[in-house]
C-alpha cells in the first residue's frame, strides 16, 4: 500500500524548491497523519509508503517519483501542530 500525490512542475531540477516553497513536506505529514486515523478506525495500522509522482508541465513532458527524508516529513509534522496550536 502507498499514497501517491502528483505534482506538476516547470522542471524537475526544481523540485527541492517546489518543497520547500510549497509547502509538500507538511502536505505529506498532514495526508499519512489522516490516513492513519482512517486505519485505526478500521482496526489496521499500517504506514503506507508516499510517492510524489512529479510531471513537467512542458513537453517532452518528464516525470520521476520522489519521497521525502523522514527528518523532512517529521519537520512538516512538527510545523503542522504549531500551525495548529497557534489556531487554538
Known amino acids: ?3 501517491v500525490d502528483v505534482k506538476t512542475i516547470d522542471s524537475l531540477e526544481n523540485w ?3 518543497v520547500a ?3 509538500y513536506h507538511r502536505q505529506q505529514a ?3 497523519s489522516g490516513d492513519q486515523h482512517i486505519e485505526r478506525f478500521y482496526g489496521r495500522d499500517s504506514r503506507k509508503e ?3 509522482v512529479v ?3 512542458q513537453a517532452p ?3 520521476a517519483a520522489f519521497t521525502l527524508s523522514p527528518e523532512t516529513v517529521g519537520a512538516g509534522r512538527d510545523e503542522n501542530l ?3 496550536l497557534e489556531l487554538a
Open 50 to 52: 508516499f510517492v510524489f
Open 16 to 18: 527541492s524548491k517546489h
Open 82 to 84: 504549531n500551525a495548529l
Open 61 to 63: 513532458f518528464e516525470a
Open 21 to 23: 516553497n510549497y509547502g
Open 55 to 57: 510531471v513537467e508541465k
Open 30 to 32: 498532514f495526508y499519512q
Open 1 to 3: 500500500d502507498f499514497i
